[in-house]
T-cell receptor, first 115, second 110 residues
Framework: DAGVTQSPTHLIKTRGQQVTLRCSPK?????VSWYQQALGQGPQFIFQ???????QRGNFPDRFSGHQFPNYSSELNVNALLLGDSALYLC??????????????FGPGTRLTVL | AQRVTQPEKLLSVFKGAPVELKCNYS??????LFWYVQYSRQRLQLLLR??SRESIKGFTADLNKGETSFHLKKPFAQEEDSAMYYC????????????FGTGTKLQVIP
């Protein structure tokens, strides 16, 4: 099991463009969360997906949207990119149905640079 | 609203000295508290959670609801403990979001 995987590793976009980031959860996990981590900050929760629906959302504008597929993989889409969207985007997966073993596993992240 | 505060950006200690990384939280219910660690060039990973009341790599953390704190402690620091440490909170109930602090960089001086 490769654990949580994310693609691409790095991405450079210009202001106003749109971007799609991808995440495959750890085997056996059905819940995916996305985080934005700006330089020098902790991860900030964007949203969480379970059963292909957005279940929780943090304080991010509608430009940030997502999707979860039947195989539990997920995409994060950001429209109308701003310079301030430059950050490391982390995906994390977990399986809340496993009782006490409710650990969130993180991917390596996608580094997005907006010029 | 839930909030996690880690007052120290950087904590430098000598090898063998005790370590205490501070974490305070704000939440109006019964939260779950976690410590995550990120070693150099590695992924963010769970270190420990308050409900397990366990010691991992010599680290412990006790939830103090009166002081709304969840400080991370280790009696004798090792060089391999050098890393970024993040305190995190998840609210009670299903599908709750996780709020992270800004992190503390622990530097253990040989």
């Amino acid at each position: 099991d490769a654990g949580v995987t994310q693609s691409p590793t790095h991405l450079i976009k210009t202001r106003g463009q749109q971007v799609t980031l991808r995440c495959s959860p750890k085997s056996g996990h059905d819940t995916v969360s996305w985080y934005q981590q700006a330089l020098g900050q902790g991860p900030q929760f964007i949203f969480q997906y379970y059963e292909e629906e957005e279940r929780q959302r943090g304080n991010f504008p509608d430009r940030f949207s997502g999707h979860q597929f039947p195989n539990y993989s997920s995409e994060l889409n950001v429209n109308a990119l701003l310079l301030g969207d430059s950050a490391l985007y982390l995906c994390a997966s977990r399986n809340p149905g496993t009782g006490s073993v409710d650990e969130q596993f993180f991917g390596p992240g996608t580094r997005l640079t907006v010029l | 609203a839930q909030r996690v505060t880690q007052p120290e950006k950087l904590l430098s200690v000598f090898k063998g000295a005790p370590v205490e990384l501070k974490c305070n939280y704000s939440y109006s219910g019964s939260p779950e508290l976690f410590w995550y660690v990120q070693y150099s060039r590695q992924r963010l990973q769970l270190l420990l959670r308050h409900i397990s009341r366990e010691s991992i790599k010599g680290f412990t953390a006790d939830l103090n609801k009166g002081e709304t704190s969840f400080h991370l402690k280790k009696p004798f620091a090792q060089e391999e403990d050098s890393a970024m440490y993040y305190c995190a909170l998840r609210g009670s109930g299903g599908y709750q979001k996780v709020t992270f602090g800004t992190g503390t960089k622990l530097q253990v001086i040989p």
